[in-house]
């Protein structure tokens, strides 16, 4: 019988069933749908590493726009050691993207660590993972780990425009079969995912998904094949919402991992990220003075928690809005006055929504804003700034910088647009690698963690990241700020009724 | 057929049942024990009013001190209407205690609103109350409410110190029967609580309780009342894990509801407390000066967390210690370096303890402080620091105001004790009053929800406050604050897949 | 001819005069003399040391009220060594106000330096300073040092309230002779400067005057003795004015330093004694929560800019009225709202005065005030709030607590009203010894350079603190710190074109 | 006789002389020269408005890359009516430049209200001014400013490099003679300037420089016109230590104004735009994380207070290095540990220099900091890091990004370095036009005080800005901030002993 092999033990699974019930009830699925949408459009789509590659892009030494035209699927590629098994758009940037994959290890620590602590030992020997993520220096890192780890890996994009191009011709020259490259069709995306599925003398038997299109591809066209899958692991929001609705069905057949829930993962994707990333993406799209600016977060949540702090301490008066008593009483107590947009909208300089929520910024906000107002969204989707309501015949559009629109009203006021109201951290700012980080130890220890459960520990079920994991990838990511966790003595760990090794805190706590 | 009176809709038991099951594994369980133990002992017990109640005594009128010494229980006293159902420490001094009533009024807006909004119609008319808390100011705006919606109510004393005696007789001029005073000995503690159970012609049907005390008693003294109980409100964590125990016992008649662990009321009693009085409680002790004074803080929970703000926000150079390393992540984002105690004991000027551990603060760490280091604890209770291995031959201990004593070293070094390692809010600042009403409306609505409760809605067991009430709580804080409410539309509702009037979050969320 | 002893180089004279001829025009002269007024009336008078004085009441071993009340100057005491030079209150207290002295000594580092740095050299060898401040634990530790410098002194209080007396009998147990009690009639006053000054075989060569009274006494009384004089220390504004006009009119007959205006003094007596004592008289007064509190602050200078750091940083929404555009244009970009006094009124729950001038809260906005608003003031005298107007027969005042007051409206509103307008931080919370020590110490160099300066290097006017010895006493206070100054090498100060030792900026530079 | 306009009041001129005699001593005269030196060098040289004009760029409809390379000096060009006395590289981007120009304008609320407020009235009819600063977005709302108040302007560009091509054009278009472009040699340098000096039938009697090099080419080449300037306005550093030295060997014709050292000018320089920027300056260059960094700071001036600030409060641990006493004390009280740099460099992630001294940063430093350190300079020149040190065989050089080198160790170790030791907010990030307006707005007012001062106010002297003006420039600024400065009454003016109009604080006073 197969050696079980455990990183960090499980907690009751009986207390994830509980969550997870609750857990189905999302609120957010429908914007989040949207956002993540996978099947591209004519607008484009969002990616979360969108501007990270675009500043690579920036300081690119191979430039990617004077790429040739041609699809990679007609050509023929071989890496520096013969090997064919990839379809990208051009081998020769591997050593570019290598340099880009380095840079990044600097911010991902965890993994680095990962690679060095289990050492000998590869906890993922015997692991067939097929991956389909954005690819980019980042992912890269976390692929490169898998392998170190013991894993063979086949890689498609989540996304049709977020692929760094150099960085899977790095990864493809590292031995990885990548099938990705910026600017797919539709067609191109599904080719690429069932490439990875279906190789020669190569079967799956683990899942790394974003959003849930190649495991669906398995599971519609590959029925047996899914039979035999040991694992899921997935880390979006819509991904999840498919495993949910599988699991009630009854047709899920293997163990999945939610790790878009786990509370190291939240707290770094909303408040710490977008308390760093506001200011940035306001900067570089307008060149604001934070000093004395009178602003409107709309909604309070961790998201608004982070740009409300970030802002107030560069100076800025920050008013909030808020649906939700408990959250506005929060915004109270941390010093913000609490009112309603219309109420403010007439003499502020800024309007940032956070709420995940649909047109909380309407037509009849923007009319009575002032002169040179900017307005942005932070929240998750383009559905927070009522758009529409301002494609009008008697609104003139003018694009005066990229992601920078001036509306301008028929009496010359301009309102200031910033992405079209898409998100403007992932649009206008970077997302640093560290936070990136987070999420990519989450991925691979919950590979690990299925790949090496017992029999019997997990179900066919969607289960949450085991609270002591979550603290395991917390404490990876500690050194980096050359952070010393103080260990409970026998005593203290009795007098607390916990392990001296965790996990410290019962699953409801709300750090 | 009884009408149900229900001022917020109930989310569903189901849900309730999951989170409670969690609950019981309370981890701090222990050492609250010992902090709120509500027998009498030599060294005396600190309540949460304790210091409110002191400085309302500085300010008196009326002298406490100068009472006559003879025991309330010998004594014949009367109200000006000639009521003679009480025992209090002296009548005469109601005019004294109803303005301290009528100053925690006007920080406790919610129980006032509450008042005006049940307007004509009363939620408790029936309802005959038996209570067991703490008597003060504040608790009084509580007990008053219940009597303004319609309940008769009997309190006794939680704590046989913390009884505000002139509140007590206020209280008992108004017409509610109080069987309580200050320095209660242990047998006129449940001699108190017993004359509120057995009345003439009144028996209760509801149970208000802090700490289980009062439970406790009329499970084992009268069980045939304790059956026809129809709801029990508790609010400690003691109270509510021997509730957990009678439930698991299948002993428990009626429905509880454990009110501890309401998001409103613990990030209230937690973190916005803390923030408010750690500095406070320093200054009142030490008149210490915070610029440049470097501190650890032990624990970087919701109370940690509050500390360090305060103290960082003054100019203090913060440090934290931690065991958890979700939590140790979230100092290092939020700007403090995670260190352990013995690598800067020697180098700072305070250590304050928040971990709910014990003996974090050892004699080794005690013996390496500089001179004239602070050592206080904001924790849970008097075990963080350990005291015992400071009553030693050698040390000497010099009390140099009330509730600071220097232990000095045979080579003249001193150490600056606070409040005994006892929690040094409680002990040496206030607990603003607006803190306790969110307490006391969280426990006012809990009692009106149990009451008019349809049959079914609630079975023998302990419940969670339903978010929805949670969020009502904090909906009546917010005209304090001037605060204005968003109010969802009906498509954006829809959106968002929830109601208009909440509950607007999982019970999962994390605030 | 005398040796010349220097802890530090002065810079030129040339420039301290043109500063000076500025300083002349201080503007806030008038309210100044009010505050400081040291002619006893029958409102009693507040002093720098009141609150340091009143704790240390509050823990004495040995109560100051059970004291008997005949005249000190009637007693016959002696101290263990039998002297019988000095008139205080009662020598037995010696004991307690040495444990005071004590205690002071911790915070006041830089004197403690100094009387080791100085080691076995005694620069004051041969000084006779008489002295006249506020006597308590804080200028023991400065009397103590000059004694330790090798200066004789003798001693008498600057205000008939303010003295400790137990500090007095440590004092005097310790070999000063000290004329000083609390409680001092007028006439009691000026007897005990005269007996400090008139001693048999003992004339003083040096003055260190705060508020004017003694040097005036000297010049009017003892005109021979003055022209021996040679030098004058002087710390307040309002004895720093008389000097400025004995100059003018020529009749100055040695130098003065002016340790007022230091930058050193200024920043700590006005922006950090305000930033860490406003939360701290707020709090001891009302025990007010400070979360989402609106308040406004009349004045943005040091003081008012320490008063809204502290209250925005605990959580309060901070107005800001300004008369000085620069100063209202600091408080935009630091991210207060600048308003109208008029026009926020209404809705706050605090107003706090900074302004230096008078009715700055006049009765239109005091009637316009909402129930439990709290009026209170940091500037400079009891002026700024209008307490005249609120002395009419419609408005009630009750007493609540010491320091507070409730005004209360025909309609049952009530304004809290602070130390009845007197300076919150000095009349109800404390001033940390540190800030005392920076004033002590410049007092102390002062006297030691004046003392030892060549002659010519100062004629018969008023100087300046020179920036060396303001950059000396700063460095004296960074070892508390524990921090680590950088040194310049000879090469960059050389490119830098001042000396490695300083004075490191232009005397116009503005910190 | 001329009527005398004034829209202030100016304060003694003798108290003007006092504080300049003491500005002559400004401590950072080296460095600046070599920063803002005008003569052209291979390497290039920096402008306060480079980024702005970069940013500019970056959203230019008409690309400057695509121009064509001739000289404009041989190109006949003219404006849509028909002028020609102008030089710049292309009259048909005037529309564009008037875009840019209109954005200026909205962050420059006081030359606009300027425009409105002297109404009908033009002070400066008559006016004929010779201008010489960076020409873009921001200058050519001053200089269309003081044309609007009747001036007659022509200008040239203070740097080879500054130019902003449209904007000359549209400053052209709008009937204004320029003579600049944007890479000019250093022979077209002089050229443009000579021009500007001499015109048909137009001399100047007014100059506006920055720099210097123009008043020194009018004061070498053209001595009688020279004697016929009414007035010269200065804005840097260099440029007035030049005029204090024409001052003091008595060759300056008539007065000039120090517009440097104005308070306004100089907080907004320093404090606030620093603070503003650095975050923005390390972001855009290296997508760093600032949550739990270690950042030291080398220098506490104004400079290194803002940086010291924003950083902070995003959540890095600040270390402070300071020569200055009194500088190193107040980052004490503000919450830094003041440090070494040698003790901490081996253990933080930046090392960012704000000192204006040299070698702050050596090779020793260098050597012990650890893998990805980023190092840079918000100094007042690229001497703070010594550059010459790392140019050194061993080491290798990367460039990564524009304005990123990686310096290489042998065994691996990066130092990532910014800007090459230049400024990196005026390199990397953007100065917003609202700081630039403070001091366009500062140079307007002076212009005006000069040309319409009686006589005798102002001999051949150099004059620092009047306290009045000062704050004058400050109240034009605050209506972008909706702030309301209260009035003084007379009654309050008296007790003060102010005019009500200000000015508002002594000479001295510190902000």
Known sequence: MKKVYSLVNITKAKDQEAVQS?????????EEKQEFNKRPTKTG????SRS????????????????????????????????????????????????EIEIAQQDMPALMLLRKRTGGEKPLTGAKVVGCTHITAQTAVLIETLSALGAQCRWAACNIFSTQNAVAAALVEGGISIYAWRGESEDDFWWCIDK???????????????????????????????????????ESVTGVYRLYQLSKAGRLCGPAMNVNDSVTKQKFDNLYCCKESILDGLK???????????????????VGKGCCAALKALGAIVYVTEVDPICALQACMDGFRVVKLSEMVQQVDMVITCTGNKNVVGREHLNRMKNGCIVCNMGHSNTEID?????????????????VDHVIWPDGKRVILLAEGRLLNLSCSTVPSFVLSIT??????????????????YKQDVYLLPKKMDEYVASLHLPAFDAHLTELTDDQAKYLGISKHGPFKPNYYRY
């Open 440 to 457: 990519a130890t989450t991925q691979a220890l919950a590979l690990i963690e299925l790949y090496n459960a017992p029999d019997g520990r």
């Open 284 to 302: 570089r799209t307008t060149d604001v003075m934070f000093g004395g600016k009178q602003v409107v977060v709309c909604g309070y949540g961790e």
């Open 45 to 48: 789509r969002r990616s979360l």
């Open 52 to 99: 990270i590659s675009q500043s690579s892009t920036d300081s690119s030494a191979c430039s990617e726009s004077s790429e040739d035209e041609s699809s990679p699927r007609e050509k023929v590629q071989k890496t520096s050691r013969g090997l064919s098994d990839f379809c990208i758009k051009n081998i020769k940037q591997a050593e570019f993207g290598r340099r």
């Open 196 to 234: 990875c599925v279906c190789a020669d003398a190569w079967q799956p038997n683990m899942i790394l998904d974003d959003g849930g299109d190649l495991t669906h591809w398995i599971y519609k066209k590959y029925p047996s094949l899914f039979k035999r899958i040991k694992g899921i692991v997935e």
């Open 22 to 30: 609750i857990c189905i009830k999302q609120i957010r699925l429908t």
């Open 387 to 403: 758009l529409t309501s301002l494609r009008t015949a008697e609104l003139r559009w003018e694009r005066v910088r990229p992601q």
